[in-house]
């Protein structure tokens, strides 16, 4: 079989595996932040969310918006996508795919969380410190790890904080197993094919996982 023919065939079944939305235990498939937020609010689920980063090729020298893709964290020319999941690493969720350089918080603030959040004032988000902003102006609803304490803080104050800490990540590392998920498949650990095409890829990806979590 000739490439030209395999390249096709992927550029027409990624769309269709992309748009499937992500599958529930209830039959229902989510295809939307706001189906999260519905499903969520209907279902009693607290919801995980976090970012995660993926490398994608340096774009050309002197073209526009070239810098954008830089993450400040990863210090490599990436695209990050936001993923929500539930309390047992199931994948409710994955969007959000922005240049690397693009905050976490501003990703989802974006899509449009914050209206989200208002509108069921019931659903509660576990969230890493990247989204302490968030969780500012959402208090009750979004719950991020205590701030760091200052240096030479009384013990008493310290070891409250690191339990505080460690309930908050235990409860909250659901999510990360759910990007484990995604990561496990090589075309997500470094993307090499064109840029635009990787949100795509990583939707349809995160549908397959979904199903099969969910199937297990």
């Not at 994608?56 to 990863?74: D, I, L, Q, T």
């Not at 999510?175 to 064109?194: D, P, S």
Request: with cysteine; charged share 25%; hydrophobic share 40%.
């Amino acid at each position: 079989m000739d490439r030209s023919t395999v390249t096709r065939a992927i550029g027409q079944v990624r769309p269709l595996l992309a748009g499937r939305g992500f599958a529930t235990a209830t039959g229902v498939r989510l295809r939307t932040l706001a189906d999260v937020f519905a499903y969520a609010a209907a279902e009693g689920v607290t919801l995980r969310m976090d970012a995660t980063e993926i490398r994608v090729r340096r774009p050309r020298a002197g073209r526009g918006g070239r810098k954008a893709f830089v993450s400040g964290k990863a210090r490599q020319n990436t695209i990050k996508s936001t993923v929500i999941s539930d309390g047992t690493g199931a994948t409710l969720w994955c969007g959000t795919h922005r240049p690397g350089r693009v905050h976490d918080h501003t990703a989802v603030r974006i899509e449009g969380i914050d209206a989200l959040l208002d509108a069921y004032p019931q659903v509660r988000i576990l969230v890493d410190s990247g989204y302490q902003g968030l969780a500012k102006k959402h208090p009750g609803q979004v719950e991020s790890p205590p701030l760091k304490l200052r240096p030479g803080a009384w013990e008493p104050y310290r070891i409250a904080y690191e339990d505080k800490r460690k309930q908050q990540s235990s409860r909250r590392i659901a999510v990360e197993h759910a990007i484990a998920e995604l990561k496990w498949w090589r075309v997500l650990q470094r993307f090499t094919g064109r840029r635009e095409l990787l949100p795509q890829t990583v939707d349809a990806v995160a549908a397959l996982v979904s199903d099969r979590t969910i199937t297990w």
